[in-house]
């Protein structure tokens, strides 16, 4: 027993020194102080990197089909009234979603920014005793009313109750209404006079879309908008002016749920309008993303690039809509990322290179500094006694 012990004394490989010849310096005092410091710096980044997670990123091909995209916006229109804001999407697909209400929220603000109360219909408005009918003649008791659409019918049966119902036909006809105060209905409601009423106020338009994951636009114009020769306008000669202010901020832009680290590059971006009228364009670069936590709950999102274009727009001619417009495009590449932890293995290894290379380095830059002074006090020993 005592032959396996005298051999495994023999494979020790940190043999003992006695202590009465340690020779202790000030040099090595001040080298471990620092060293201890550093070592313990190392060790604290190293137990952060341990108990925080990490994001493993990868670029991978984007085989998904059949998808929607949802697009979240908040955008404010200090010089638009909300009146003749209206938001329109369209694809490479030929899907049209034109004047979109559904899922999005108009406030009418002040030139200070501040929510004005909406009013109710019918304040300011010019007042008539009877509705005119289809037929010619006014409402009369127990009769059922059926405005009339001024040509824009598309059977008999129709009616058209409202000034929106007469703009809606009319849009879905191709014409633009040059003079509403000419529809009986647009002339009862006030339509001109709610246009005047908010002049010089602003409009705050938030909400989301829904489109198919394909390019497309989306864009913010004043009128509404119908085809005419397979080319998308607006009509803006109801509201009899010849220039439109779209000045704007962008409160906010994001193209699929947020998740952490996202950076959307619109977010309060602000464009101040200086000539009459123009369209202002941002060409906008999707990159399909999908984060993963730590706890294998996934989101499936986006990130995006963007530049920007002013073209100058003349109201009332094709392909010059004055607006804000948003044309985006879809990457073939889509980015994972997917928050892992390191191994307590990883992190042993980590802190045991960290003891043993601050042992290691200060041993040898002690040495160095050690012997080092050895040699010049040997040195001027020398030049003393010669």
């Given at each position: 027993?005592?032959?396996?012990?005298?051999?495994?004394?023999?494979?020790?490989?940190?043999?003992?020194?006695?202590?009465?010849?340690?020779?202790?310096?000030?040099?090595?005092?001040?080298?471990?102080?620092?060293?201890?410091?550093?070592?313990?710096?190392?060790?604290?980044?190293?137990?952060?990197?341990?108990?925080?997670?990490?994001?493993?990123?990868?670029?991978?091909?984007?085989?998904?089909?059949?998808?929607?995209?949802?697009?979240?916006?908040?955008?404010?229109?200090?010089?638009?009234?909300?009146?003749?804001?209206?938001?329109?999407?369209?694809?490479?697909?030929?899907?049209?979603?034109?004047?979109?209400?559904?899922?999005?929220?108009?406030?009418?603000?002040?030139?200070?920014?501040?929510?004005?109360?909406?009013?109710?219909?019918?304040?300011?408005?010019?007042?008539?005793?009877?509705?005119?009918?289809?037929?010619?003649?006014?409402?009369?008791?127990?009769?059922?009313?059926?405005?009339?659409?001024?040509?824009?019918?598309?059977?008999?049966?129709?009616?058209?109750?409202?000034?929106?119902?007469?703009?809606?036909?009319?849009?879905?006809?191709?014409?633009?209404?040059?003079?509403?105060?000419?529809?009986?209905?647009?002339?009862?409601?006030?339509?001109?006079?709610?246009?005047?009423?908010?002049?010089?106020?602003?409009?705050?338009?938030?909400?989301?879309?829904?489109?198919?994951?394909?390019?497309?636009?989306?864009?913010?114009?004043?009128?509404?908008?119908?085809?005419?020769?397979?080319?998308?306008?607006?009509?803006?000669?109801?509201?009899?002016?010849?220039?439109?202010?779209?000045?704007?901020?962008?409160?906010?832009?994001?193209?699929?749920?947020?998740?952490?680290?996202?950076?959307?590059?619109?977010?309060?971006?602000?464009?101040?309008?200086?000539?009459?009228?123009?369209?202002?364009?941002?060409?906008?670069?999707?990159?399909?993303?999908?984060?993963?936590?730590?706890?294998?709950?996934?989101?499936?999102?986006?990130?995006?690039?963007?530049?920007?274009?002013?073209?100058?727009?003349i109201v009332g001619q094709p392909h010059s809509v004055p607006g804000v417009f948003f044309f985006y495009d879809l990457s073939p590449i889509k980015v994972t990322f997917t928050e892992q932890h390191v191994s307590f293995l990883h992190f042993l290894t980590n802190i045991c290179a960290i003891v043993g290379g601050m042992f290691t380095v200060s041993g040898i830059l002690d040495s160095f500094i050690y012997h080092g002074q050895k040699v010049i006090r040997k040195k001027m020993e020398i030049g003393k006694f010669s």
């Amino acid at each position: 027993m005592n032959n396996i012990f005298a051999k495994l004394r023999n494979l020790d490989a940190y043999p003992k020194i006695n202590e009465d010849f340690y020779s202790r310096t000030l040099s090595g005092g001040v080298i471990t102080v620092i060293s201890s410091i550093l070592m313990i710096l190392l060790f604290i980044s190293e137990l952060r990197l341990y108990i925080n997670s990490m994001t493993h990123t990868e670029l991978v091909v984007d085989t998904s089909r059949g998808e929607t995209l949802r697009i979240n916006f908040d955008v404010t229109f200090p010089a638009l009234p909300c009146s003749i804001l209206s938001l329109d999407a369209m694809d490479i697909s030929g899907e049209q979603h034109l004047d979109v209400k559904h899922d999005v929220i108009k406030n009418r603000i002040d030139a200070n920014g501040n929510i004005i109360e909406t009013k109710k219909d019918g304040v300011g408005v010019h007042k008539m005793e009877k509705p005119l009918q289809k037929h010619g003649g006014r409402l009369e008791h127990n009769e059922t009313y059926c405005g009339s659409c001024y040509g824009a019918e598309t059977t008999d049966a129709d009616c058209c109750n409202s000034c929106e119902e007469v703009r809606e036909a009319y849009r879905k006809k191709g014409w633009g209404m040059s003079n509403p105060d000419e529809i009986d209905q647009c002339k009862r409601e006030g339509f001109l006079q709610k246009i005047k009423d908010e002049e010089g106020e602003g409009c705050n338009i938030y909400g989301f879309l829904e489109v198919n994951k394909v390019a497309g636009n989306f864009h913010f114009a004043p009128g509404k908008s119908f085809q005419q020769s397979n080319v998308h306008v607006h009509d803006v000669t109801a509201f009899q002016k010849d220039s439109f202010n779209i000045s704007h901020k962008i409160n906010k832009l994001s193209f699929g749920e947020s998740f952490p680290g996202v950076v959307n590059p619109l977010d309060r971006v602000q464009w101040t309008q200086k000539t009459p009228t123009g369209m202002f364009q941002y060409f906008v670069k999707v990159v399909p993303t999908v984060y993963t936590d730590i706890n294998n709950h996934t989101i499936q999102s986006n990130q995006f690039s963007v530049t920007e274009h002013f073209r100058h727009a003349i109201v009332g001619q094709p392909h010059s809509v004055p607006g804000v417009f948003f044309f985006y495009d879809l990457s073939p590449i889509k980015v994972t990322f997917t928050e892992q932890h390191v191994s307590f293995l990883h992190f042993l290894t980590n802190i045991c290179a960290i003891v043993g290379g601050m042992f290691t380095v200060s041993g040898i830059l002690d040495s160095f500094i050690y012997h080092g002074q050895k040699v010049i006090r040997k040195k001027m020993e020398i030049g003393k006694f010669s």
